[in-house]
């Protein structure tokens, strides 16, 4: 009875676990995606590029508040300072010094955006939970008035016009269209992304996420905790900066806006609404805010808001992972053997 039983589960077949895709793979079927929706965007709606390279902006500026929100563990509402140091950045670099090499006043930009994450977050990062929120809120308020008083570099309330970048490559020039500026931004999301992903993966990068979910058992390790979310914030700025070069060299303008409170919360509401912590949700996140705001508001300028909220009400009440981050859940449990 033993030698049949033991024949019968010898020849029983055992199903072979299912394989994963490589995370690389998946990182490419993504980005492909985001090519793809920003190519079709641009065949579709040729009169709204502007709207979508300020989109495109946006996203950035989510990606790189997931950077530090997702995957260090830090509370922030101050991160419109980063997006408005690049914008104002680049900006003055154009107006007062005559720069107007386009990938130069994105770097600009990029380098200004890490110097201000770099400063703002060894100060931030100085406190925990609430203080710590409440000290980006000072942050943001800060660059503003800074922003709004040195208004011999920055116009003041009046905002900083007259940026003219010269065409990309000296061949594609920038129009009122927004198709140079549109594609030039989808490319850089794209690598900005590509980039991310590599990061969030390193060594550097499962430090954070160690970091995040338990910093007093990582720094007992012997692992340093400050210095890191300080590198952090620095990388997440040097992300919202470019995003700021963008906006300011796609609207030719730079306001009080790019460096507003308001900016920083809907930028938080974007990447709640797409899913914390998966970079490709705050772009997606990014995307449904702004067109959901955007016909919402034009189809009803009185009520909108109460739309919007409900919506919110909605994705946090049913999706509290995000749009993004409730798909991929569904997906990895179904695929789950």
């Keep these: 009875m ?16 299912r394989r994963r895709p490589s995370p690389v793979v998946g990182d490419m079927i993504g980005i492909a995606v985001v ?3 920003g190519i079709a965007c641009y065949f579709l709606f040729p009169t709204n590029l502007s709207f979508l390279t300020s989109l495109v902006a946006l996203a950035l500026l989510a990606l790189s508040l997931d950077l530090v929100t997702g995957y ?13 140091a690049g914008a104002y950045g680049a900006g003055i670099a154009c107006v007062s010094f005559g720069v107007t090499e386009p990938f130069t006043l994105l770097f600009i930009g990029l380098v200004c955006g890490a110097l201000a994450g770099a400063i703002s977050g060894a100060i931030i990062l100085r406190a925990h939970g609430l203080p710590q929120l409440v000290l980006s809120i000072a942050v943001v308020q800060l660059a503003h008035e800074i922003a709004n008083k040195a208004s011999a570099w920055t116009g003041g309330s009046d905002g900083l016009a007259g940026i003219a970048a010269a065409p990309v490559f000296g061949l594609f020039a920038f ?11 989808l490319g850089l999301l794209a690598v900005a992304t590509l ?13 954070c996420q160690g970091i995040r979910q338990d910093p007093v ?19 997440s700025g040097a992300v919202a900066g ?3 070069a963008l906006a300011a060299i796609s609207t030719q303008v730079v306001g009080l806006d790019s460096v507003s409170f308001t900016l920083s919360a809907e930028t938080l509401v974007m990447l709640v609404l797409g899913g914390v912590g998966t970079l490709f949700g705050a772009i997606a996140g990014t995307f449904v805010f702004m067109w959901f705001e955007h016909v919402v508001s034009a189809a009803d300028p009185f009520h909108w808001m109460t739309l919007v909220g409900a919506l919110l009400i909605a994705i946090v009440l049913f999706a509290p992972r995000g749009l993004y981050g409730s798909l991929l859940d569904l997906y990895r449990r179904r695929r789950a053997p």
């Design 175 to 185: 129009d009122l269209w927004g198709r140079t500026a549109f594609l030039l931004g």
């Design 195 to 207: 980039l991310l992903r590599i990061l969030v993966r390193s060594p550097f990068g499962m430090l």
């Design 217 to 235: 058992r990582v720094k007992a390790m012997g692992s340093p905790v400050y210095p890191v979310l300080v590198k952090l914030y620095a990388i």
């Design 72 to 84: 260090g563990g830090v509370a922030t509402l101050g991160h419109a300072a980063l997006f408005g």
């Design 35 to 37: 090519l793809g929706v």
């Design 242 to 244: 470019l995003g700021g």
């Design 2 to 17: 033993t030698e049949m039983s033991m024949t019968s589960a010898a020849a029983t077949p055992v199903a072979a676990p």
